[in-house]
């Protein structure tokens, strides 16, 4: 078939095409307004953004670097003072000296937190006022109660009623004055965080009714947009759709802002040159079609010709070696014996010639065949060459039929090619395995041999016309670089597939793929052997 000619003509028709829009006024008079009123919406809304952020740092800063920093530090204060109580009692109950050192390191430290919330309370005097009670209560207890049993005696004959009920009571003083800077502080953070809250709440919401007036904006300029430039653009793509179809007397209008009338006319010119492309493609397809005809008529008629002398020559040559047998010099002989060698490969050159001829420009006419027949018949074919090389052929078709669309005569032909094929490449005394299965809907038939096989390097150049294999030609097996392409074209014809795996030295396997005609059940393998005929 003739190859398809793509347009390589511009779009451009002489003397037609519409100029450039040269500014873009017209589309720019719709956008230029929109895109202002967003620019200043998106403006407002950053510049309400960081101003909320501003005002909110401040607050977020006291909150998180001052007021839960001090809050947090006047319960390690209780913390302390409550470890310090226990190191007393495990002092006075225990006698143990490290009871009495962990106190000292927490009398120790115990300031440093004190200090940190006095430093917040300055400022605030109902803040202050709770901090000094709760300084003095602690203050007490340690000088009063704390102190003076650490210092004293312990052990199990050391306690004093007395001095217990004082520390108690100190202690419950200090208790009570924690609890009450302890939910002033409370009182604080919640304030803190509640106008951090009002803030940002604030920020989002100005935020959002900003976006609200931008989205009311951008849709009333898509209303104007849709009516003015939706509408042209629309019918341009209805055009399109229609060219796409190949309808090729459809043309755009040209109406709307001035770059779509600009688009619309660029259509049409490329309308236009589409129609006279096409022109030239159909002509150039009819030129090709009948350059193919005439070199398959060509190729068909000096096959026909070469054939006649071909066959006179034969028929001389027979007649020569009847008439002087037995008397020719053995120089004869040879000479006499090349040349019916010679002739016996034009003939079968001329053979495949006008089969891929035929295969590549015949209407086949298809019909229902069982291929298990079609390969069996093939098999017949080239049974007594593999013989008399003693090739045994090892064949497995299926019991029940595998019924394909195909030219009966040149899927023989096609089974034969890749039959010969294996037989003449295989060893003296080696084994073909063919394999007819069924997979899924295709049939497959699988050739095996075990010959010279092809080099890995020439693989892809199977198929061309005339390839030979190097180690073909190097062992002297004849051919015509013809079968393969024979096949794959017989086989394309069918809609199947032929796939081709060799090694060198090792072998090659070829399958063809063919589509089954109606859903059989499974088959059951029958296999044959054709043992070598001595």
């Known amino acids: 078939?003739?190859?398809?000619?793509?347009?390589?003509?511009?779009?451009?028709?002489?003397?037609?095409?519409?100029?450039?829009?040269?500014?873009?006024?017209?589309?720019?008079?719709?956008?230029?307004?929109?895109?202002?009123?967003?620019?200043?919406?998106?403006?407002?809304?950053?510049?309400?953004?960081?101003?909320?952020?501003?005002?909110?740092?401040?607050?977020?800063?006291?909150?998180?670097?001052?007021?839960?920093?001090?809050?947090?530090?006047?319960?390690?204060?209780?913390?302390?003072?409550?470890?310090m109580d226990a190191a007393v009692s495990a002092w006075a109950s225990s006698n143990d000296p490290s009871t009495q050192a962990a106190y000292g390191q927490l009398r120790q430290a115990l300031p440093v937190d004190q200090q940190r919330v006095r430093e917040f309370a300055d400022g605030d005097a109902q803040l202050d006022i709770l901090v000094t009670?709760?300084?003095?209560?602690?203050?007490?207890?340690?000088?009063?109660?704390?102190?003076?049993?650490?210092?004293?005696?312990?052990?199990?004959?050391s306690f004093d009623q007395q001095r217990f009920d004082?520390?108690?009571?100190?202690?419950?003083?200090?208790?009570?004055?924690?609890a009450a800077t302890s939910e002033a502080?409370?009182?604080?953070?919640?304030?803190?965080?509640?106008?951090?809250?009002?803030?940002?709440?604030?920020?989002?919401?100005?935020?959002?009714?900003l976006a609200g007036i931008a989205w009311l904006g951008v849709s009333r300029a898509r209303t104007r947009l849709l009516r003015e430039l939706s509408a042209p653009l629309v019918e341009l793509e209805n055009v399109v759709q229609k060219m796409a179809r190949h309808e090729p007397d459809v043309r755009a209008r040209q109406q709307g802002p001035k770059e779509v009338r600009a688009i619309a006319a660029r259509l049409n010119d490329f309308a236009e040159a589409q129609a006279r492309a096409r022109s030239v493609e159909h002509r150039i397809q009819h030129e090709l079609r009948a350059l193919d005809i005439a070199k398959d008529d060509f190729v068909s008629n000096i096959s026909h010709e070469l054939r006649t002398p071909l066959t006179t020559i034969s028929g001389y040559l027979e007649l020569v070696a009847e008439e002087f047998e037995d008397t020719m010099a053995p120089q004869h002989e040879r000479m006499l014996e090349a040349t019916r060698r010679n002739v016996s490969r034009l003939r079968l050159l001329i053979d495949d010639l006008l089969t891929l001829s035929k295969a590549e420009n015949r209407a086949t006419d298809l019909e229902t065949v069982d291929l298990g027949p079609v390969l069996r018949d093939a098999v017949t074919d080239v049974r007594i060459t593999a013989a008399g090389r003693g090739i045994k052929l090892v064949v497995s078709t299926p019991e029940v039929a595998m019924p394909?669309?195909?030219?009966?005569?040149m899927l023989n032909r096609a089974f034969l090619n890749v039959l010969s094929n294996a037989v003449k490449f295989s060893h003296d005394g080696g084994q073909v395995e063919v394999a007819l299965t069924r997979e899924l809907k295709q049939a497959t038939l699988t050739v095996t041999d075990h010959g010279i096989g092809i080099p890995a390097a020439e693989i892809n150049r199977l198929g061309t016309r005339f390839f030979r294999a190097s180690n073909a030609v190097t062992n002297e097996i004849a051919g015509t670089g013809l079968g393969v392409r024979i096949v794959q074209t017989i086989i394309d014809k069918h809609a199947g597939e032929v796939r081709i795996e060799s090694t060198e030295r090792v072998g090659t396997t070829v399958e063809i793929r063919l589509p089954l005609q109606a859903e059989r059940s499974a088959p059951l393998a029958q296999v044959m052997e054709f043992p070598s005929i001595t």
């Open 1 to 83: 078939m003739a190859p398809s000619v793509q347009s390589g003509i511009s779009p451009r028709a002489p003397g037609k095409a519409a100029p450039l829009p040269r500014s873009g006024r017209p589309v720019a008079r719709l956008v230029a307004p929109v895109v202002l009123r967003l620019g200043i919406l998106v403006a407002l809304m950053a510049f309400i953004g960081i101003l909320g952020v501003v005002l909110s740092t401040p607050a977020v800063d006291r909150l998180t670097n001052d007021l839960q920093p001090a809050a947090a530090a006047n319960q390690d204060a209780l913390l302390m003072l409550t470890s």
């Open 185 to 209: 502080f409370d009182q604080r953070v919640r304030q803190a965080r509640d106008e951090v809250q009002w803030r940002f709440r604030g920020t989002i919401l100005a935020i959002v009714l």
């Open 166 to 178: 004082l520390g108690r009571a100190t202690f419950a003083t200090v208790l009570d004055a924690h």
């Open 133 to 157: 009670r709760q300084e003095d209560a602690a203050q007490a207890w340690i000088t009063q109660y704390a102190d003076p049993r650490i210092a004293a005696p312990g052990g199990p004959g």
């Open 404 to 409: 394909v669309l195909a030219d009966r005569v």
